[in-house]
């Protein structure tokens, strides 16, 4: 199992961009969450996924888009980048809401 | 929606002594409360959790126990070692379980 895999690793944008970050699990996992952690801060929640077709707001979802049209797969849009969407962003999966295995993470830099 | 609180924000203890961080939450229906571990660069990955139907959970040098009553759990390092060295974040569950709360997050450096 390769758990949770997100792409890219590393990217910068500039001001306006778009992009879309990828998270897959093999884990057949029901839940998925999209996390963002600024520099020596916490883990603010911007969407999250029970289930294929469904999807919800977490804290921050704000300038933020998300699809879960397969279990596997919950790609986050970043539609007009701007500097305060700089961050480390976190995917991560759970089989039934409790322990959450989380993904590497992308380090985005907009400017 | 479901508040998490952490404390302390830092700490620093000698290579050997405990340390212990607390959390508190808010919504008394809480039933699960984890505890993650990042260290610098990494994913947080789970350490240890407890559910509300017992009051302490061991593994090895780490526990943790709960107090539904006043609300709060706190992580118990024991022995502690350089490599216990990075940010602990608790958490708990909200919108009746669909997602969590993760409090600031403490991070902990154990000095040799």
């Known amino acids: 199992n390769a758990g949770v895999t997100q792409t890219p690793k590393f990217r910068i944008l500039k001001i306006g961009q778009s992009m879309t970050l990828q998270c897959t699990q093999d884990?057949?996992?029901?839940?998925m969450y999209w996390y963002r952690q600024d520099p020596g801060m916490g883990l603010k929640l911007i969407y999250y996924?029970?289930?294929?077709?469904?999807?919800d707001k977490g804290e921050v979802p704000n300038g933020y888009n998300v699809s879960r049209s397969t279990t596997e797969d919950f790609p986050l849009r970043l539609e007009l980048a701007a500097p305060s969407q700089t961050s480390v962003y976190f995917c991560?999966?759970?089989?039934?809401?409790?322990?959450?295995?989380f993904g590497p993470g992308t380090r985005l830099t907009v400017t | 929606g479901e508040n998490v609180e952490q404390h302390p924000s830092t700490l620093s203890v000698q290579e050997g002594d405990s340390a212990v961080i607390k959390c508190t939450y808010s919504?008394?229906?809480?039933?699960?409360f984890p505890w993650y571990k990042q260290e610098l660069g990494k994913r947080p990955q789970l350490i240890i959790d407890?559910?509300?139907?017992?009051g302490e959970k061991k593994d090895q040098r780490i526990a943790v126990t709960l107090n539904k009553t006043a609300k709060h759990f706190s992580l118990h390092i024991t022995e502690t070692q350089p490599e216990d060295s990075a940010v602990y974040f608790c958490?708990?569950?909200?919108?009746?379980?669909?997602?969590?709360?993760f409090g600031p997050g403490t991070r902990l450096s154990v000095l040799p």
């Open positions: 407890i559910r509300s139907n017992v």
């Open positions: 958490a708990a569950p909200d919108n009746y379980g669909q997602n969590f709360v």
């Open positions: 919504d008394s229906a809480s039933n699960y």
């Open positions: 884990m057949n996992h029901n839940y």
């Open positions: 991560a999966s759970s089989y039934r809401g409790d322990e959450q295995y």
């Open positions: 996924s029970v289930g294929a077709g469904i999807t």
